[in-house]
């Protein structure tokens, strides 16, 4: 329970669905995977939430980060990190975005395939590159799918191929998959880039750095590794894999650095019932998937939900499905997951969903049904 959102709350009451980001979380979290992680450079994933404040606070901190298109990297610089803290980590990118952010400054970029990498030589001459592969996304609550990466024969391709464009293959990046609770995913990526590094130097690329993704969870309904395990775990795989000759690492935090920091209020809009017989009672707020809320789906995100003056998911409760007040049939948030209720919960009354920090403004429709985007205040 964070005491200041809380409080935010009781003596401003904004108007509902509102997130509220507490800027000392964030602060926290940059300083414990900082602590946990030292010699990593930390670029935050800009997506996660990119609100100025946010961005402000991080790039006096001196964090840099990790951005997916041209706007965010605008974003970036805006809140005051230099070009040289920017990474364009997107392998899908425009011919012409490339070119826009080299003219910013940008000298960093991902790729994953032999077009991207042509597109790259030509647009960004004299750029870093690093190559992503594929990982299996096991054990992570919101894997990433097959959409990015490559496998590691055509990786060692090329990033042999970058030596002689006009390009400086410079490492290889993965991501373990989003809200990872499994530490030994790591290892598992980790020993492959060490195997491609080996093969590579015997072919003449000396490969410096290595990038391990985001992946570091929020505390959502159920409990998740400390920071500092996390931290111990990749030191000691990159020990195991590299011995003494460590490379340059880069870590992109993005739900980790600001789920926790954030709380959004709602307001309950209807609590009904199907039938007379029906055993479970709906409850419609007025977020939903649509304008905010979108990685419930599958119900694979479990955000705690407090029912304001009632305290946390009551035991003594009723179950209850909740759905969000779009007319779209899809915007339903949590039918199996077992959320219960107070029996005298009624419209109007309050709910605060926690740890929304991360994936919620920017994931908010601009107008369905009229509804307005997700409001955020950062304190
Ligand atoms: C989204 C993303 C991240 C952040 O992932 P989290 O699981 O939120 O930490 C990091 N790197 C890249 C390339 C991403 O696309």
Redesign the pocket.
Known sequence: MNQKIARFFEEQRPQTPCLVVDLDVVEQNYNDLHDALPDARIFY?V??NPAPEILALLARLGSAF?C?SVPEIQMALAAGAPAERISY?NTIKKEADIRRAYELGVRLFAFDSDAELEKLARSAPGARVFCRILTSGEGAEWPLSRKFGCDLKMARALLLKARDLPVEPYGVSF?VG??QKDLKQWDHAIFQVAQLFRELEVLGVDLGMINL????PTRYRTDVPECTAYGQAIFESLRTHFGNHLPETIV?????MVGNAGVIESEVVLVSRKSDEDPKRWVYLDIGKFSGLAETMDEAIQYPIEVVGEGMDDPDGEAVILAGPTCDSADVLYERAEYRMPSELKAGDRVRIHATG?YTTTYSAVCFNGFAPLQQICI
């Open positions: 994933a997506k996660a990790d997916a980590g991501h989003s809200q993704g985001g992946g570091f992109e935090p993005g739900r980790g991360a």
